[in-house]
């Protein structure tokens, strides 16, 4: 099959777009390079849009499209089987039906805009939504197994409060670990209030990216994924929908400390533990939760079994044949992007 792969399209910098695979933070970038590694390995041809620069090999094509307008002419005369959209609705899918076949995957929380043949990545982001689930991959080639663990917590995401950093080192702090706190902050005032309650555990090192960010997570003694329901960039309360750290946390040997938002209960069993929502831990109890983590080598071997990219490229590339074929879900309307979902972080 000829695939089109449709990144969304945010900058790096004012001059470089954010890269397949990103330079920094990019949790739907790094789904991207998965899968298109997956498809070149099943034997299908890529081309990839929404992010110039990427460094990809020579037979997949990276186009510039970067806008609507640019998918939407692109669109109109493409010469591809399926066309796989990553950018949450900025894709029209009714552009695309003319000459090829549509699938999306909902990578935000609520409603997707366009439902029509929309995958979602866990059962507590489809709570809103009907259609299929595939969990997001991880490329084990890609991180590094360590069996011995050092002495920090890591937190990598974006810093804010409904990614529960706060309550990160709260926990370090309670436990008696340094927190590597990595990831992008767009709340300074947040970030500030972090810095000031736990300035003797945190250790800020801002996106982290390739070898480094790779160590980081394998030498961390778990990683922590404490995802709150409290009201997200959206508007409604934060239901965390995919969690692509915990899969990479996994196929590393770390294990994970969560919350149980979203899809974190669906993920979490068998390579981590789970805490309260909130900051009220007593250092009794989060060493309790630290001593009793899974072993590394089972935590591999669970993270291996779940969400290996080359299983999840062959679960879409049954969904795109079943498109060619005639399959159809969803509704073809859009329903509005961010419309609040009904478990809200709440599962």
């Known amino acids: 099959m000829k695939i089109a792969m449709v990144n969304p399209p945010f900058r790096f910098t004012t001059d470089q777009w954010i890269t397949v695979p990103p330079q920094g933070y990019g949790a739907i970038q790094w789904v991207c390079a998965h899968l298109i590694r997956g498809m070149r390995a099943l034997g299908h041809e890529i081309t990839l849009l929404g992010a110039p620069g990427s460094p990809m090999p020579p037979d997949v094509k990276v186009l510039d499209a970067t806008t609507p307008a640019h998918f939407d002419t692109w669109a109109a005369r493409a010469d591809v089987d399926i066309v796989h959209d990553h950018t949450n609705g900025l894709i029209d899918p009714a552009i695309v039906t003319r000459r090829a076949g549509f699938l999306s995957t909902h990578h935000l929380t609520g409603s997707p805009r366009h439902a029509l043949n929309c995958t979602y990545v866990s059962t507590a982001q489809r709570a809103a939504a009907d259609g299929p689930i595939i969990p997001l991959p991880v490329d084990p080639e890609q991180h590094r197994f360590r069996g011995q663990k050092d002495d920090y917590l890591l937190f990598l995401g974006r810093i804010s409060a409904h990614k529960g950093a706060y309550e990160a080192?709260?926990?370090?702090?309670?436990?008696?670990?340094?927190?590597?706190?990595?990831?992008?902050?767009?709340?300074?005032?947040?970030?500030?209030?972090?810095?000031?309650?736990?300035?003797?555990?945190?250790?800020?090192?801002?996106?982290?990216?390739?070898?480094?960010?790779?160590?980081?997570?394998?030498?961390?003694?778990?990683?922590?994924?404490?995802?709150?329901?409290?009201?997200?960039?959206?508007?409604?309360?934060w239901c965390e929908p995919g969690a692509t750290v915990v899969s990479e946390a996994a196929v590393s040997g770390t294990p994970v400390i969560a919350t149980r938002n979203g899809c974190l209960p669906e993920l979490v069993p068998g390579v981590g533990r789970f805490v309260e929502y909130e900051s009220s831990f007593t250092a009794r109890d989060a060493r309790d939760v630290i001593d009793d983590l899974p072993e590394p080598r089972t935590v591999r071997q669970i993270g291996l079994q779940r969400w290996h990219y080359m299983s999840i490229a062959r679960q879409y590339e049954a969904l795109y044949r079943g498109v060619l074929a005639g399959n159809q879900w969803g509704d073809v309307g859009p329903t509005g992007v961010g419309s609040a979902s009904p478990i809200c972080g709440e599962s």
């Open 169 to 237: 080192a709260a926990f370090a702090a309670a436990a008696g670990f340094r927190l590597m706190l990595a990831g992008p902050c767009w709340e300074p005032e947040y970030l500030d209030r972090i810095e000031v309650d736990f300035v003797h555990v945190i250790d800020r090192v801002g996106e982290v990216g390739g070898a480094e960010r790779r160590d980081m997570i394998a030498g961390a003694r778990a990683v922590l994924v404490l995802s709150q329901p409290v009201t997200g960039p959206w508007g409604h309360p």
